[in-house]
Nanobody, 127 residues
Framework: QVQLVESGGGLVQAGGSLRLSCAASGRTFSTFSGYAMGWFRQAPGKEREFVAAISGSGGSTRSADLVKGRFTISRDNAKNTVSLQMNSLKPEDTAVYYC?????????????????WGQGTQVTVSS
């Protein structure tokens, strides 16, 4: 089994920054670098939406149009972690943010490709 634990959420004013981290552990973790990781978010009353994803090596990333130029995803395979640097935050970024581990090494796939999910961390951006 694989466990994903997010951290770094909190309350920040509009225009501020936060850095989310996700630590992965479990029996499969000799192969962490073989799988894409992603960040998703869900705001109250809305469906979960894609934020950003990164390939196993970290060489390929993609992000949602809403966050391009503001959010950056990265990973450290030596530490089995993935991070999301969020700058220029807006009130509409308020949501619970989830990290997820894909079944594949392709950051371009949808939520159905992700086999494991963390419990989420709350990000609240005040205006």
């Amino acid at each position: 089994q694989v466990q994903l634990v997010e951290s770094g959420g909190g309350l920040v004013q509009a225009g501020g920054s936060l850095r989310l981290s996700c630590a992965a552990s479990g029996r499969t973790f000799s192969t962490f670098s073989g799988y894409a990781m992603g960040w998703f978010r869900q705001a109250p009353g809305k469906e979960r939406e894609f934020v950003a994803a990164i390939s196993g090596s970290g060489g390929s990333t993609r992000s949602a149009d809403l966050v391009k130029g503001r959010f950056t995803i990265s990973r450290d395979n030596a530490k089995n972690t993935v991070s999301l640097q969020m700058n220029s935050l807006k009130p509409e970024d308020t949501a619970v943010y989830y990290c997820a581990l894909s079944r594949y090494n392709n950051p371009g796939l949808g939520p159905g490709a992700y086999a494991y999910w963390g419990q989420g961390t709350q990000v609240t951006v005040s205006s």
